[in-house]
């Protein structure tokens, strides 16, 4: 049996204290915009010093203010090598090849109305979201959970002459992740140039099991590379954005991981998800391709003479009737990009808005501005799933029901598999699809990347998925969620003060 005497424990406890109050420092100095969830973080290192502090280096600490100097400075080296392009050296004039290629069509296709029939959302993204542009002639096809979606990527992906680039936050090592990396590996024998980023994070289990490194083995023109490093302050910052782009010239983004989760042939009954995503031609395509470039150079720290080829960047004739715009969000670039295109929809919306997350916890700010836009007689109706694959998340959200409910707000239980579809639709004239969901991890720590449609045949297309959501969804009425036991209230408000990082 050990004893400790008084001095020993009163040493043990002044270092004790000493880690408390540095950490209590370190939350006072980069929470200051986030009280709420300062003093959450203080009261847990206090009350529980070892366990606390340990949880703060965990999941406290987002690292956004360096990480996103550093994503920007990045940024700023790309787009400096523009400026230096009158240089008479081969390699700055491949660069302005390819980067007059990228503004050439930006404006070749930018959407420009008049005063007069301009849209009132278009204004406000132009002036919150001042680094994208919207294209015209694009065309866009909704794919309807991995069954539909992964057999279009594959056929393009043996399809790609030059280049692949392919980033995901989930990447398996199951059925649909071999298949896919097969394909990728067989087009880089044939002299692709095949680009691959993971979250270490999301795709733990593939990396911990060695799944890329055995496609690296023998294969010169296939780079797979992590976001992110799995250390306790940094797993807060995670790349969750979907995209593949082929040739430059054929793209697809959406919610769909690399999983045989979201296939109906080889998932388990009990673990399907259900899920939207989209394939896309046309102009935006050139802006999803830097997008992509943008994250593989703060990555890898390539001369941007090697990444900004000209043939990463083809012309592009108009395909379609759609306008899009892309918005790439994180620190660094356009920080909170998506809180601000949800802030957008609920401040324009005439008629109506409808979304569908997997995950809803969003900040204070976003939930009034949804209460007001409902009080402006605008009608909101969010599709949210009725199983959860994280059950702590479902009984945040849950917490909220009430005073949704209560403001007017229409709540939706999709029935069936978990449903990870995120869309939102507004007055039927324009939508959001892409990454993001509606939370603060995506309001503010992941990085996200998603894409605003209007006109052509997508928001007719997604007006129709919505009305099959909400077929196969339940009503949710205040009467429903009045009355819950005290232990249920207990349990759902203690999970509700973790929304910051769930």
């Known amino acids: 049996m050990i004893y400790f005497d008084v001095f020993t424990i009163s040493y043990l406890g002044a270092v004790l204290l000493t880690i408390c109050s540095i950490t209590a420092i370190h939350i006072l100095l980069n929470k200051l915009e986030e009280p709420v969830s300062a003093v959450m973080w203080l009261v847990v290192v206090f009350a529980f010093p070892l366990g606390g502090v340990f949880l703060y280096l965990l999941f406290g600490i987002n ?3 360096t990480r996103g100097l550093q994503i920007k400075l990045a940024h700023e080296i790309i787009l400096g090598d523009l400026q230096k392009s009158n240089e008479l050296s081969i390699e700055t004039s491949s660069i302005h ?21 301009y849209p009132e959302y278009c204004k406000m993204l132009d002036r919150m979201l001042p680094n994208t542009v919207p294209l015209t002639g694009n065309k866009i ?27 995901s936050y989930i990447i398996m090592n199951d059925e649909v992740g071999k298949e896919i990396f097969n394909a990728l590996r067989e087009r880089a024998k044939h002299g692709v140039k095949v680009k691959v980023l993971y979250d270490r994070f999301g795709s733990w289990t593939a990396f911990s099991s060695s799944f890329f490194s055995r496609f690296l083995k023998d294969t010169p023109n296939l780079q797979i590379h992590s976001f992110s490093q799995m250390m306790p302050w940094s797993i807060q910052l995670r790349n969750h954005r979907k995209l593949i782009v082929i040739d430059g010239k054929k793209a697809f983004i959406g919610g769909i991981n690399i999983s045989s989760d979201n296939d109906s042939r080889s998932a388990k009954k ?62 660094g670039l356009d920080y909170e990009a998506t809180e601000k295109v949800y802030m957008t929809a609920v401040a324009t919306a005439k008629e109506y808005v409808w979304l569908m997350t997997p995950y809803f916890v969003p ?27 994280h059950w702590y998340i479902q009984l945040a959200t849950k917490s909220l029901y ?12 999709k029935r069936g598999p978990f449903s990870h579809a995120k869309a939102m639709l507004i007055d039927g004239e324009w939508a959001k699809m892409g990454s993001s969901n509606c939370d603060i991890r995506s309001f503010r720590l992941n990085f996200e990347l998603d894409f605003i449609i209007s006109d052509g045949d997508f928001v007719y297309e997604l007006h129709n998925q919505f009305k099959v959501e909400l077929d196969n969804s339940t009503e949710i009425y205040l009467a429903d969620v009045l009355n819950k036991s005290i232990p249920r209230q207990l349990i759902e408000n203690i999970c509700a003060l973790f929304t910051p990082v769930l």
């Open 63 to 65: 690292r956004i203010n």
């Open 97 to 117: 090849k390819a980067l007059a290629n990228h503004i050439d069509e930006q404006h070749q296709f930018a959407y420009i109305g008049t005063q007069d029939n």
């Open 141 to 167: 096809s909704l794919l309807l959970d991995g069954t539909h979606a992964y057999p279009n990527m594959l056929e393009a992906i043996k399809k790609a002459t030059s280049s692949i680039h392919l980033q």
């Open 270 to 331: 009990d673990r399907y998800i259900h899920d939207l995503h989209c394939e896309v031609d046309g102009p935006i395509v050139g802006e999803l391709q830097f997008s992509f470039l943008r994250d593989w150079f703060f990555i890898r720290s390539s001369s941007t003479s090697e990444l900004l080829r000209p043939e990463y960047f083809p012309h592009i004739e108009a395909c379609g009737k759609s306008i899009a715009r892309v918005v790439a969000s994180g620190p």
């Open 363 to 389: 900040d204070k700010a976003f939930f009034k501005a949804l209460c007001n836009c409902v009080a402006r007689g605008v009608e909101v109706r969010i599709i949210i799933p009725e199983k959860n694959n």
């Open 402 to 413: 009430p005073k949704l409910l209560e403001a007017g707000i229409k709540i939706y239980e």
